[in-house]
């Protein structure tokens, strides 16, 4: 049986943003731009009870919480603490797989007590950057991820063995990992809402209702999850796609629409670090008929800017002819390979 940890920082760039600024601190800050197109990348906990979250529109943040400060992100400071983490974490194992600059899985199975060891790594995080980080540890990937955020801020949950059936059965479904939102919805919609109401569910009753996620929410509803932790997993591409509730039939709600996934598109591209040259715009017209736009710049896109006039200049590329929009997406690619250099290097001198 593995021994896994999850653990994330807790509000991860607020958190960096009042430890290096104390007139920040117990204040209800939220970082992003505050502009018309901006959005929170994340909130500080005193900010989070006005229901100021990751996502959301800058302009709907201020309304919900008028004294909110707005702080720029300054993505060098988060970077550096990412580094440090990550340093702490491959202390204790050399399977450390980051999912993005806060968080990380940690397969520690030849530790005796991960536990401990999840401890110990909480403390050192503290001591070596002044910022709390919470803890999951399980048997797997799921309920790792599950339990760091299960006591959070500055949480350690552990759900030993013994506790699985249990604690899976009175889960609350969209608290399973990978759930969102509209898959949530959707499951309600079908009269469940935790693990035990979705454990009643055949594997095939659920992929005919799911597709091939049916297999995982399966497993989920047992709190199975065989993925192992595999470190420096490679992205090649990020993206970001909206499909609509009812059809779009005209090019000015299209650009709104597209600004909506470009943000999110951009804060994907930020939390994970990812650098790519082309911006790919997808279309799906209301008779399912797809085309996809590209663009690739003589850069990696490190500017909102840039990705800003790409994906508009796909757009204006298009033209409806009458023609309604189902979906709209936009992903990133193309990225420089760091590596190839140094490796061939190597090679050079034969090491
Ligand atoms: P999270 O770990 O999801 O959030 P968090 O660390 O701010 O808060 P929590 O205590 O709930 O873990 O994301 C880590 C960072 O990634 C977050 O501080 C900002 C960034 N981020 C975005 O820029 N956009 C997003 O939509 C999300 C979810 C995060
Ligand atoms: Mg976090």
Same mark, same amino acid.
């Given at each position: 049986m593995r021994k896994?940890?999850?653990?994330?920082?807790?509000?991860?760039?607020?958190? #960096?943003?009042?430890?290096?600024? $104390?007139?920040?601190?117990?204040?209800?800050?939220?970082? !992003?731009?505050?502009?018309?197109?901006?959005?929170?990348?994340?909130?500080?906990?005193?900010?989070?009870?006005?229901g100021v979250r990751s996502a959301l529109p800058s302009a709907v943040a201020k309304r919900l919480c008028p004294e909110l400060i707005f #702080?720029? $992100?300054?993505?060098?400071?988060?970077?550096?603490? +990412?580094?440090?983490?990550?340093?702490?974490?491959?202390?204790?194992?050399?399977?450390?797989?980051?999912?993005?600059?806060d968080e990380a899985f940690l397969d520690v199975s030849h530790h005796? +007590?991960?536990?401990?060891v999840a401890q110990?790594?909480?403390?050192?995080?503290?001591?070596?950057?002044?910022?709390?980080?919470?803890?999951?540890?399980?048997?797997?990937k799921m309920l790792a991820k599950i339990a760091s955020d299960y006591r959070k801020p500055n949480g350690l949950f552990v759900i030993p063995p013994k506790d699985i059936d249990a604690f899976v059965a009175g889960l609350p479904i969209e608290k399973f990992f990978g759930i969102g939102e509209v898959t949530a919805a959707k499951i309600h919609r079908l009269g469940i809402t935790t !693990?035990?109401?979705?454990?009643?569910?055949?594997?095939?009753? @659920?992929?005919?209702?799911?597709g091939k996620v049916g297999h995982l929410y399966y497993g989920y509803a047992r709190g199975e999850d065989n993925r192992e932790v595999t470190p420096n997993r490679?992205?090649?591409? @990020?993206?970001a796609e909206i499909t609509f509730t009812y059809d779009v039939t005209n090019m000015e709600d299209l650009e709104y629409e597209l600004s909506a996934v470009r943000n999110e598109l951009?804060?994907?591209?930020?939390?994970?670090?990812?650098?790519?040259?082309?911006?790919?715009?997808?279309?799906?017209?209301?008779?399912?008929?797809?085309i996809t736009r590209s663009k690739t710049l003589p850069h $990696?896109?490190?500017?909102?800017?840039?990705?800003l006039s790409a994906s508009e200049e796909l757009l204006q590329s298009i033209s409806l002819h009458d023609r309604t929009v189902r979906l709209i997406g936009l992903t990133l690619g193309n990225t420089p390979e760091p590596c190839t250099e140094s490796i061939q290097l190597c090679f050079d001198f034969d090491c």
């Open positions: 896994i940890i999850h653990i994330d920082m807790d509000a991860f760039f607020a958190a #960096v943003e009042q430890r290096d600024n $104390p007139a920040l601190r117990g204040r209800p800050i939220a970082v !992003g731009h505050s502009g018309r197109r901006g959005v929170v990348s994340t909130a500080s906990y005193e900010a989070r009870p006005y #702080v720029e $992100p300054r993505f060098d400071a988060y970077k550096a603490v +990412s580094e440090q983490i990550r340093a702490i974490f491959h202390q204790y194992t050399d399977l450390v797989e980051p999912l993005s600059l005796r +007590s991960a536990t401990l110990q790594i909480k403390e050192q995080i503290f001591n070596t950057t002044q910022l709390t980080a919470s803890a999951g540890v399980s048997v797997n !693990g035990a109401d979705l454990r009643e569910w055949s594997e095939q009753a @659920l992929v005919a209702q799911f490679v992205r090649k591409s @990020l993206g951009w804060s994907r591209i930020r939390r994970h670090e990812f650098y790519g040259k082309t911006v790919v715009l997808k279309v799906k017209f209301g008779d399912f008929h797809q $990696p896109v490190e500017e909102f800017s840039t990705l």
